[in-house]
């Protein structure tokens, strides 16, 4: 059963902010809320991670709601590089490394 | 940052023989390797777990004879595909990871059985 719920497709303005949003509404104590992105025919690449903070880095930001039920990684200014699946997952802290991939977003950046 | 590389990029071969697809860690050192199978239009699917000096572990469903995992070095894990038939033709991605915090994948191998 998957555990977390993300939109299946997004369009996203160039140079304009995305905000992705992701829902895990059954999120336990001890885990974290990942976010990768694969680009065509590539290998996941990872974005960013979080527990209850935000977290900001140079790809992007997490916020991550008080009660952890949902989370949204924001790319600041999207370019059409950014276009790729984008996954929201739900790993737990005996579970390092072992990533359960939903769906996903398809986020299309245009320009 | 840490790399992870996979080998070949892409390979065909005929129904009926084995395929080995390699991962490495290129600059660090992975006691545990995960596998991943991607069918087209869909999302990856977890196959089994690759312990350094260890058996792998298998999801549900993954055949453990098919797929056959050896992990004999802290970098290299190997992935062969046995008795391969059409039905297995997918994107193979390997995953390793070097801080417990996230997990670095391969570039992934295309394979297509004829």
């Known amino acids: 059963d998957a555990k977390t719920t993300q939109p299946p497709s997004m369009d996203c303005a160039e140079g304009r902010a995305a905000n992705l949003p992701c829902n895990h509404s059954t999120i336990s104590g001890n885990e974290y809320v990942y976010w990768y992105r694969q680009i065509h025919s590539q290998g996941p690449q990872y974005i960013i991670h979080?527990?209850?903070n935000n977290e900001t880095n140079e790809m992007a930001s997490l916020i991550i709601t008080e009660d952890r039920k949902s989370s949204t990684l924001i790319l600041p200014h999207a370019t059409l590089r950014d276009t790729a699946v984008y996954y929201c997952i739900v790993l737990e802290t005996d579970s390092w490394g072992k990533f359960q991939f939903g769906a996903g977003t398809q986020v299309v950046v245009t320009p | 940052g840490a790399v992870v590389s996979q080998h070949p990029s892409w390979v065909i071969c005929k129904s009926g023989t084995s395929v080995k697809i390699e991962c490495r860690s290129l600059?660090?050192?992975?006691?545990?390797m995960f596998w991943y199978r991607q069918f087209p239009k869909q999302s990856l699917m977890l196959m089994a777990t690759s312990n350094e000096g260890s058996k792998a572990t298998y999801e549900q469903g993954v055949e453990k004879d098919k797929f056959l995992i050896n992990h004999a070095s802290l970098t290299l894990s190997t992935l062969t595909v046995t008795s391969a038939h059409p039905e297995d033709s997918s994107f193979y991605i390997c995953?390793?990871?070097?801080?417990?915090?996230?997990?670095?994948f391969g570039p992934g191998t295309r394979l297509t059985v004829t």
């Open positions: 600059d660090f050192q992975a006691t545990t």
């Open positions: 995953s390793a990871s070097l801080r417990r915090d996230r997990g670095y």
């Open positions: 979080g527990l209850k």
